[in-house]
């Protein structure tokens, strides 16, 4: 445990800091940071880092080594353009335990823009929010990280033990940045996640299979529909076929830990759709795309089976052909076990900050913390501000939930590595 004037001073300097932490987040928020089209705000971070002095590390992901891991998420995209950004602290003498301080840099689309009430892109601030896609989800958190480790150094101390602090690509749609970074050798004691959690601990978490299914059909003219097949009926059939699954896995809740009380955990959405080339011809194709969660535990390769096998049945029954292919996650959930130090620790922080027990949860979306948990037997401590409409129009994160929880991981980052007085 810290010193309460050790804490005061650090707590302090984060408070010192917090305008330039906000311009930052602002900057890297004006950074359109789409998949694919991250190089920008990696730009930015990795100056970020290297003016701190840290140890820089820059790489293009690598397909062939990622795809001979399980936890591989097939990709849609060019390797080329997917890039990891990695600085790493080391100090003098190493003495306490080492970090990671992990966030993605990479964003959702924002949908049509007109529908927002200002640019996704301007970082406006408001009423004690600041607003943007990314804002939460997780920009905010990628600076509270950088910021957090720049508050030990501002009170005069200096970490005593290795940290590393990556900007991961990929979290948004196959975890690859994150598994990347591992595959690379990144690996320490625990590791720090501030995904948006409402000022709380990410307890357990659903694993996600991203999957495209194809149905073929018989084109005709629309005088003669009785005689074609449409496919994108036959489409909507399988679609039901899919959400009888859903509900056969969510009437299982009670048989997994920790999500007995999560009213319905495994969610089977249908994000995107397409098909057909012409109004007036029975279409004869019709694709969409699928995100389907799964409990931790279960094999992600055995819920896999059971999708092509349901999709198998369903297609018999409307006597078409149907095709899955995998486009994005295969990746399994994870839980964080209870008792180990880096939560005490976490906890510690957090009670010194906003004066209250640190509260865990269940959430059924996807975390990169399975990365470091399932491959790694790292802890990984997901923890986050407060946060609105991510992935939705308006997102929005809580400035002063921002500041609390940097302030947190400050602490945390003192109690866990340890600190010197700065020579």
Known sequence: MLNPETARRITDAVDAAFDRQLEFTAELIRHPSLRA??????????????????????????????ATHVGYGPSTVAFEDLTNVVGTYTPPEEKGRSLILNGHIDVVPTGPEETWER????????????????AGDMKAGLAANLFAFDAIRAAGLAPASTIHVQSVVEEECTGNGSLAALQRGYAADAVIIPEPEENM??????????????????????????????????????????????????????????????????????????????????????????????YPGVPAADVWDEIQECLRAAGAGES????????????EGYVLE??????????????????????????????????????????????????????????????????????????????WCGVTEAA
């Open 320 to 331: 078409v052909a149907v095709s899955a292919e995998r486009t994005g996650f295969f990746s």
């Open 37 to 66: 089209a991250e190089a920008s705000a990696q730009d930015l971070m990795f100056a970020e880092l290297e003016s701190r002095g840290f140890a820089m590390d820059r790489w293009a992901l690598d397909g062939e080594a990622l």
């Open 201 to 294: 601990l990410v307890r357990a978490n659903v694993g996600v299979i991203w999957f495209r299914v194809r149905v073929s059909g018989k084109p005709t003219h629309v005088r003669e529909m009785a005689s074609g097949f449409n496919a994108i009926d036959a489409a909507y059939s399988l679609m039901g076929a899919l959400r009888e699954l859903e509900a056969k896995w969510n009437a299982d809740k009670d048989s997994h830990r920790y999500f007995e009380d999560v009213d319905h955990p495994i969610n089977v959405n249908i994000g995107m759709i397409s098909g057909g080339d012409w109004p007036s011809s029975v279409p004869s194709w019709c694709e969409f795309d699928v995100r389907a969660a799964l």
């Open 119 to 134: 640019s996704p892109w301007d970082a406006a601030v408001k009423d004690g929010w600041m607003y943007g896609r990314g």
């Open 338 to 415: 209870e008792g180990s130090d880096a939560e005490a620790a976490l906890a510690a922080a957090h009670q010194e900050v906003f004066g209250s027990v640190l509260q865990s949860f269940t959430t059924p979306g996807y975390l990169d913390g399975r990365v470091f948990t399932l491959y790694a037997g790292i802890p990984a401590l997901v923890y986050g501000p407060v946060s609105e409409a991510i992935h939705g129009f308006d997102e929005r994160v809580s400035i002063e939930s921002v500041r609390q929880v940097t302030k947190t991981i400050a602490l945390f980052i003192a109690d």
